[in-house]
T-cell receptor, first 110, second 115 residues
């Protein structure tokens, strides 16, 4: 299956941490991704994790992967107003065919 | 480096009319994708090209949608005739064929409204 599930909305105060969650169904996915979409713009790759990893840290971003539960999360530390966007998780179903979740809108309150 | 270029940015048509969207990928990117993003949903893959060949068009509604990438560079996506449910943003993306990580570079999209 290629269903990727995400919750819809998160508001967070500037400087706090925000956590976005995602579940996926295709256990054969080699890579899992987090993309960011700002208003009126295309999607931009934020970070990715290889399926044999449990965690990846990239500056303010921490990705956690629980393969047993097919659960992916993205933690943004010290959230800034520029982090306000829609965040999509995606899985690679082979040949770089990405299946995206519905997205999670993050609103950062100053 | 120039990004993925798409045009037009906005298009409003009536149902049963036709529309075409154009995409120019990043120079040197062999793989080109068209995604449909309906409001409130994630992007859904319509078609994937590798150079001028189709890799995957399983989710393309072929009775009304067509796409081509004749010279393996830019691409056109056509809808004829359009239906109300085709209202969406059509995103073009490209990637390097040798990219193991599957990083896609997206254009800003073409927003279609069907009345």
């Amino acid at each position: 299956g290629e269903d990727v599930e995400q919750s819809l909305f998160l508001s967070v105060r500037e400087g706090d941490s925000s956590v976005i969650n995602c579940t996926y169904t295709d256990s054969s996915s080699t890579y899992l991704y987090w993309y960011k979409q700002e208003p009126g713009a295309g999607l931009q790759l934020l970070t990715y994790i290889f399926s044999n990893m449990d965690m990846k840290q990239d500056q303010r971003l921490t990705v956690l992967l629980n393969k047993k539960d097919k659960h992916l999360s993205l933690r943004i530390a010290d959230t800034q107003t520029g982090d306000s966007a829609i965040y999509f998780c995606a899985e690679n179903n082979g040949n770089n065919r990405l299946a995206f979740g519905k997205g999670n809108q993050v609103v950062v309150i100053p | 480096e120039a990004g993925v270029a798409q045009s037009p940015r906005y298009k409003i048509i009536e149902k049963r009319q036709s529309v075409a969207f154009w995409c120019n990928p990043i120079s040197g990117h062999a793989t080109l994708y068209w995604y449909q993003q309906i409001l409130g949903q994630g992007p859904k893959l319509l078609i994937q090209f590798q150079n001028n060949g189709v890799v995957d068009d399983s989710q393309l509604p072929k009775d009304r949608f067509s796409a081509e990438r004749l010279k393996g560079v830019d691409s056109t996506l056509k809808i004829q005739p359009a239906k109300l449910e085709d209202s969406a943003v059509y995103l073009c993306a490209s990637s390097q064929s040798s990219g193991r990580t599957g990083e896609l570079f997206f254009g800003e999209g073409s927003r279609l409204t069907v009345l």
